[in-house]
Nanobody, 123 residues
Framework: QVQLVESGGGLVQPGDSLRLSCAAS????????IGWFRQAPGKEREGVSC????????YYADSVKGRFTISRDNAKNMVYLQMNSLKAEDTAVYYC????????????????WGQGTQVTVSS
């Protein structure tokens, strides 16, 4: 049974940092791309970042480029999203998701999802 569990969310001030973690079980992470998505109230779920199974070239949405960094530790079955210089517009529920093969930018291409972790950026 595949399970993804996010952690690390919280309430922070603008300019602060957070590191989100995604713990995967029931799958061999080596063969999966892991994406981070977020959804704010009243908005569609959007892709934030993705790292492929062999990655060299992770994807970042324009809105987070230069501020967020995705990484993975296949030995620990973990994927991380380091978020720096957080802004109020980063406030959302953040989800990690898995798909076999390479990254895709849209959420409907991912078959496995975590339950989400809330990130709130507010002064």
């Amino acid at each position: 049974q595949v399970q993804l569990v996010e952690s690390g969310g919280g309430l922070v001030q603008p300019g602060d940092s957070l590191r989100l973690s995604c713990a995967a079980s029931g799958l061999a992470l080596d063969f999966y791309a892991i994406g981070w998505f977020r959804q704010a109230p009243g908005k569609e779920r959007e892709g934030v970042s993705c790292i492929g199974s062999s990655d060299g070239n992770p994807y970042y949405a324009d809105s987070v480029k230069g501020r967020f960094t995705i990484s993975r530790d296949n030995a620990k079955n973990m994927v991380y999203l380091q978020m720096n210089s957080l802004k109020a517009e980063d406030t959302a529920v953040y989800y990690c998701a898995a798909r076999g093969g390479s990254c895709r930018r849209t959420y409907y291409n991912y078959g496995y999802w975590g339950q989400g972790t809330q990130v709130t950026v507010s002064s």
